[in-house]
């Protein structure tokens, strides 16, 4: 049977695939009495991101290797679909425009050649890999069960005797994240539509009746118990369709992130994916095409996500971690794409970000400087830059607890 490149990565893509769009993955919500805190929002880019394309070089010796290695994808340093100049010799996509504005502001901050130092090329190893906060898979259960963002949960101040005192996560879209495993989590589909019953009569009537049904000690029961709580605590907040944000998938993901965060009900973490990053064909020519769509949605939504923030006065409440599983080859295919690379890139905006920096150590792009002679090289392992944010704007310090067996370089100073 013959197969053609074209539909072998069809069916090589058929999984990733179906996590194309964006969706709302968890909310974990303080206790009522608990104080109000910092916020952590962690935005997955299912698929694997094209870093290089992101982020390019833009003169020196990376830029001529660049050139050579993409004719066709390679962002032109003048005229129509140029890079946007960041400064430092590297250029930011230009359907990134509204997260250059806020890199200029100085509330997004970009770290160079991030990623999972294991040399796996799978999308779901590498998804697994860091949403459990590992290496690979020799660390996984030693020391590390279930995900990195439960296990914060757990060790954060406030959780006392190794017992959480944060209500459940709230899974919205489906089920929770990976990285939340280990965290109890209640599935629904918005919050705008959380409810028992459209009448406020019907709605008391099953909630009483079903607190009735509820009542007992064992894990059902107490479940059922802390089901209730919450639908309560989101219907008594009455939550608006949120304004001002593009009619995309994660525009309205983010918008309902941002609803609850306005509401006060004590949002410790959020999750949020956006699949269709797994470029192997006709990925687009000179800043244009699929690439340009993904990135100009992100960029629309995160800055429209921000401006509702800042101006509810909470921009200092939060952190906003961009993150793929890892990013794609320098070399262009045979099909307009490129294919599952090493290292990549991680966006920070929001409270306390150093922001108008690129951080991290650029490797370059030199054959002897690639990994595997084929890759930008990892030079920042991603657990460094998540302990960063958990250290500064999230205030837990048990990142040993978080990342087992993570030892921490130097601090990148993503945080002032």
Known sequence: MHASRRGFLMGCSAAIAALSGARLGTLALAA??????????????????????????????????????????????????????????????PAMAPLRELYQGGALGIVTATGLTHDTRSHFDAMDYIEHGTAGEAQVGAGAAGGWLARHLASAPGAAGGVNVLAPAMSIGGSPAASLRGAQALALTDAADFRLDDSPDGQRWLENTLSQLYRGESWLHRAGQQTLHDLRLIAAANLKAPAGYPDSGLGHSLGTVAQVLRAGLGVRVATVDYGGWDTHEYQGDGGGGHLAGQLAELSAALHAFWNDLSGAGLGGRVTVVVQSEFGRRLNQNESGGTDHGHGGATLLLGGGVRGAQIHGRWPGLAPDALYDHADLAVTTDYRQVLCEVLRGPLGNPNTAQVFPGFQEGKALGLFG
Do not use: K, N, Q
């Open 32 to 93: 009522p009495d608990a104080p109000a805190g910092h916020a952590l929002v962690v935005l997955f880019l299912r698929g694997g991101w094209d870093a290089l394309s992101v982020l390019s070089p833009l003169d020196g010796p990376d830029r001529a290797i660049y050139e050579a290695a993409r004719p066709g994808l390679r962002l032109p340093r003048t005229g129509e679909g140029a890079a946007l100049s960041l400064g430092g010799g590297f250029g930011l996509h």
